[in-house]
């Protein structure tokens, strides 16, 4: 059983997954948190305004991203590349998967449904989960 754990934790696809995961719980934890402290806190309220549920959704995406960023460069990928051109990719990455996320968000919270653009968070968190490995594996960290 051990040795089949060091392989499992050895491949990029799972070191990358423990990373995600933890990265996920910086981002929605921080998202859902401000979301609760700041924001409205009963169904009957009027929902989050545009500008507030964006600021809270760049915190939490910012937060993970840096952690995010640092452990998959030299946990998950082993990259000795220069940073700077990772760094500058990964922004890329990071303001493409922020703008598609808010538009989401904010749709979502066009409703009265409090708990809506918690769900619509956690979903694309888990969209770009998935998109980001491959791009990550083939254009940031190659």
Do not use: E
Not at 28 to 56: A, D, E, M, Q
Not at 64 to 70: C, K, M, N, Q, T
């Amino acid at each position: 059983t051990a040795a089949f754990f060091r392989r499992l934790l050895g491949a990029s696809a799972s070191r990358y997954t423990i990373t995600g995961v933890t990265a996920w719980l910086i981002d929605n934890g921080l998202f859902s948190i401000l979301k609760w402290i700041f924001g409205n806190k009963r169904i009957s309220v009027p929902p989050l305004s545009f500008s507030t549920l964006t600021l809270f959704t760049v915190i939490g995406m910012v937060s993970g991203f840096v952690f995010s960023f640092l452990t998959n460069r030299k946990w998950t990928f082993h990259s000795n590349s220069k940073m700077r051109w990772q760094l500058f990719r990964c922004i890329v990455l990071l303001a493409f998967n922020t703008l598609v996320t808010a538009v989401a968000v904010n749709l979502a919270g066009l409703t009265h449904i409090y708990f809506l653009p918690d769900i619509v968070k956690y979903t694309m968190s888990c969209a770009i989960g998935v998109w980001n490995y491959f791009i990550y594996k083939r254009w940031v960290y190659k």
